[in-house]
């Protein structure tokens, strides 16, 4: 399809073919309808190679079907970013992230090589030791220096259960001091913090394991089982701590049954028992089909009075990023995710030489905030976040000018290599496709 398109003299740009409503992003891209569609109906698992310890797989190949696919060979991926339906080329091509990359960083990390069909029609295959720029260059830069037609990721062994530890903490001071530090011990296999008001949050802590107490075991992926948001806030207003044990896969999937908390604006009764326990297995419902039939104006209310963004931020700000949060959205719960942030080349890394430890806080919800205004509040979140060298992930609605969004990241080897390789005639920049100033 690329070398045909070269052949009719490469008149416009280049995207994949699949349909804009089939993303999770909420963002219905323009570009599809006026850019020479590419179809890359590639969604397999290529090959599992025990001995090197990594699973090559298709762009389009899910988290739900990875995670069902490796786990009875004994297997896992060591970040398995939370929805069903994330693909591995958008994980790849965005960003992805769990409760698992404070030890091996951003799901781009856990990747060994990719292949690409470059804007000539040619098949390249990159990795850290060959074509080590475009390596580099390749996650964060979303289709635009070529078309991902395979990855090959780590694997680790997988077990049945996570042991999980909550812990409800009050005192913004006393939240960020627990998340930081349970950050830091890699003993912890996962950590995730739900912050469910200003001064108030419970951090979990979790461990792979094979054994588990009976009576300790919560199957919580079951469909009439309370939605986990939901299941975890128990822990503070009882004002306890647990310890329980969840079934691996369900752990990993655990948000998915309520998209996060955003199903409780689409469902209200969706967490009610009775509901559960008779139309629980229908939920929840799949993102692609409710942008499929939103209307116009929907979206666009749902663009003024929703937010659905993931902020990438220092460990070292998180007390000033949550006050800021609170002030310019009041949303909440909010998530916190932390991450190993390599001193890679590419788009993102951290401001110093050294790796350094970042956390996600992701706000997703209606803005309780009385003056909120989408274009203006988001454009201060993000003049806050590049002012403490964070990012903000390129799936969400972005305000951002040109000048501003390359401030925010590391334009450098991107640039460079569109340019050697000719992508400026075949694919848009990355700040064309997903900013809203350069779309409008």
Known sequence: ????????????????????????????????????????????????????????????????????????????????PELDDLTVGGLIMGTGIESSSHIYGLFQHTCVAYEL??????????????????????????????????????????????????????????????????????????????????????????????EAEQSKINRIGNYYKPWFFKHVEKYLKADRTGTEYIPSRHYYHRHTRSIFWELQDIIPFGNNPVFRYLFGWMVPPKISLLKLTQGEAIRKLYEQHHVVQDMLVPMKSLEKSIQTFHADLNVYPLWLCPFILPNNPGMVHPKGDEAELYVDIGAYGEPKRKQFEARASMRQMEKFVRSVHGFQMLYADCYMTREEFWDMFDGSLYHKLREQMNCKDAFPEVYDKICKAARH
């Open 1 to 80: 399809q690329v070398r045909e398109w070269k052949n009719e003299g490469s008149k416009r740009y280049m995207c994949t073919g699949r349909p804009g409503w089939l993303t999770v992003s909420l963002r219905v891209g323009k570009y599809k309808k006026i850019h020479k569609n590419i179809m890359i109906n590639l969604m397999d698992v290529l090959e599992v190679d025990t001995e090197r310890q990594v699973v090559r797989v298709e762009p389009l190949v899910s988290m739900g079907q990875l995670t069902a696919h490796l786990n009875p060979m004994g297997w896992t991926i060591p970040v398995v």
């Open 117 to 210: 069909v470059l804007a000539d029609g040619s098949l390249v295959r990159c990795s850290p030791t060959e074509n080590s720029d475009l390596f580099y260059a390749v996650p964060w830069s979303c289709g635009t220096l070529g078309f991902l037609v395979a990855a090959e990721i780590k694997m680790i062994p997988a077990k049945k259960y996570i042991k999980i530890h909550y812990e409800p903490v009050r005192g913004l001071q006393k939240i960020c001091e627990k998340f930081s530090e349970e950050s830091k011990n890699k003993e912890n296999s996962f950590v995730e913090g739900l912050v469910y008001s200003l001064e108030e949050a419970v951090i979990m802590t979790g461990v792979l394991t094979d």
